[in-house]
């Protein structure tokens, strides 16, 4: 069976950097072709984005966040790490973590339940 | 960044009836060498993580149920629920692999009329 789960703060303050943790089992991200993603959802909105990180340890970034972004894995613990710096309210949201399955294949096909990140002072 | 345009935002529809939700993007998602679309369908339900449907814009994900289709070409895809089901309320999002950023739709939520 396949799970990832998001963990992290429930609420940051602004300006602040927010870390978020994904902690999968059931797959492997040394495997070729897999990937991990970070997307998130404002209330009530569309899903955005974020970063990914491949087996390989390529990574990219959303353009729009990516000088506020950093991702990185670590094999051994089955986990993959988001941090995002300079914390605004706007970035509430709820932060997802999600498998990309295989090569050329980046679509999400297994997601996390999510945590709900709120951004206030 | 490539643009995903959905329409409509919302629709209600009677149970057994069809559902139809169109997916627009701002460039082709074709990729001419291998013909494929990199174009995917998601569903979320209220509380829910989004749930993969289709992939490659009409390939069926395992265990969607088959009155659900995906279909389209280059810039305008459609997914269609033949025979709306209770369990299908949810909103809808599309999804662009062809470059990132993996950009989504705005989301269309469909409702029971």
């Known amino acids: 069976q396949i799970t990832l789960k998001e963990s992290g703060p429930t609420l940051v303050k602004p300006t602040q950097t927010l870390t978020l943790t994904c902690t999968f089992s059931g797959f492997s991200l040394t495997t070729s072709g897999v990937g991990v993603a970070w997307i998130r959802q404002p209330p009530g909105e569309a899903l955005e984005w974020l970063a990914i990180i491949y087996w390989d340890g390529e990574e990219r970034y959303s353009p729009s966040l990516k000088n506020r972004l950093t991702i990185t894995k670590d094999t051994s613990k089955n986990q993959v790490v988001l941090t995002m710096t300079n914390m605004d309210p706007v970035d509430t949201a709820t932060y997802y973590c999600a498998r990309r399955p295989a090569h050329s294949l980046n679509i999400f096909d297994l997601w996390g339940r999510g945590t709900l990140v709120t951004i206030s002072s | 960044d490539i643009v995903m345009t959905q329409s409509p935002d919302s629709l209600a529809v009677s149970l057994g009836e069809r559902a139809t939700i169109n997916c627009k993007s701002s460039?082709?998602?074709?990729?001419?060498?291998?013909?494929?679309?990199?174009l995917g369908w998601y569903q979320q339900k209220p509380g829910q993580p989004p749930k993969l449907l289709f992939y490659w814009a009409s390939t069926r994900q395992s265990g969607v149920p088959d009155r659900f289709s995906g279909s389209g070409s280059g810039t305008d895809f459609t997914l269609t629920i033949t025979s709306l089901q209770a369990e299908d309320v949810a909103v809808y999002y599309c999804?662009?692999?062809?470059?990132?950023?993996?950009?989504f739709g705005q989301g269309t939520k469909v409702e029971i009329k």
């Open positions: 460039q082709s998602v074709l990729y001419n060498s291998n013909r494929k679309n990199y």
């Open positions: 999804q662009q692999y062809y470059n990132p950023p993996y950009t």
